[in-house]
């Protein structure tokens, strides 16, 4: 005996074509697919070097800004206090960064890479470059200087 089939109703409306149109004016539902677009990639590109989005950030941070403080990287990058100490601990037991006494302030220690965490860094960088190409490819380079400094508009 097979499923019986509901009835076709006239009054039941079926959709053909989806209508996107009240979520494409929303500025949160294009920067989230747009995210989705490149993370998606960037964690991939990222795994052979065991780094995570944050974790980049982090040892990119701190290649372009040795000496940086846990309370600078956090204020940059919108991390709170308690989830970087855990990310900062990781690093350090890779030996990708080491913590040294900062020279003005005895409360602070400045966080450098190691050798090691030089050579990654700039590997994933030089990755992420790629990427960034990858996923820009569809704009000039004058559209995509336009479009990262209106994005930065939105969150600083």
Do not use: W
């Amino acid at each position: 005996m097979s499923a019986a089939q509901p009835a076709s109703s006239p009054d039941v409306p079926t959709v053909e074509q989806v209508d996107t149109r009240y979520l494409e004016g929303l500025l949160g539902y294009n920067a989230r697919r747009a995210a989705l677009a490149v993370i998606d990639v960037f964690v991939e590109r990222m795994s052979p070097y065991g780094l995570r989005p944050v974790d980049f950030s982090v040892l990119s941070l701190i290649r372009h800004n040795p000496g940086i403080t846990s309370r600078q990287l956090c204020a940059s990058l919108g991390i709170l206090p308690p989830n970087l100490v855990g990310l900062v601990n990781n690093l350090e037991k890779r030996e990708l960064i080491q913590r040294q006494p900062h020279p003005r302030d005895r409360r602070a220690v400045g966080l450098h890479l190691t050798p090691a965490g030089a050579a990654l860094t700039e590997a994933a960088e030089k990755t992420a470059a790629e990427l960034e190409s990858d996923a820009a490819g569809r704009l000039s380079p004058a559209e995509l200087k336009t479009l990262i400094r209106l994005l930065k508009k939105v969150y600083l």
